[in-house]
């Protein structure tokens, strides 16, 4: 059975193991990085099967206008569950009615999102990481 928590209670190794099994492109091998991405997300909610990281979304936000999405991995055997709707689910439920949810699709993620209840747009803009 898959619980679900709220808060930065993972460690670098966990967040690497979920990357690097969902197939999501991020820095998997850095953990010195993934611990920066852990301590300076706003909001981490985590779905776990015992104490197997099994997904995750991590978030920036204001909490009272908009929030960026910046990851939302699930386990590649994990998937097709469920389990990135409950996520997405339970960051709108914590950031409440008021807040824009936003993020930045991976190709091959395009057609998921809106089956979600995201809608796209063409009005985004990226200046790109340099690494």
């Known amino acids: 059975m898959i619980h679900y928590q709220n808060d930065k209670n993972l460690s670098a190794q966990d967040l690497s193991q979920v990357f690097a099994s969902s197939g999501i492109k991020r820095p998997?091998?850095?953990l010195e990085r993934l611990q920066k991405m852990i301590d300076h997300a706003d909001i981490i909610i985590s779905a776990w099967d015992g104490i197997k990281l099994v997904g995750i979304a991590r978030a920036i936000t204001d909490y009272s206008y908009c929030c960026y999405l910046s990851d939302l991995a699930i386990d590649h055997d994990y998937q097709r569950l469920g389990i990135g709707k409950e996520l997405v689910d339970r960051l709108r439920q914590t950031l409440g009615a008021q807040v824009s949810l936003v993020l930045l699709s991976a190709p091959s993620a395009v057609d998921y999102y809106p089956?979600?209840?995201?809608?796209?747009?063409d009005k985004?803009?990226?200046i790109a990481r340099e690494r």
């Not at 089956?115 to 747009?121: A, E, K, Q």
């Open 28 to 30: 998997y091998q850095d």
């Open 115 to 121: 089956r979600i209840g995201f809608t796209s747009t």
């Open 124 to 126: 985004g803009f990226v």
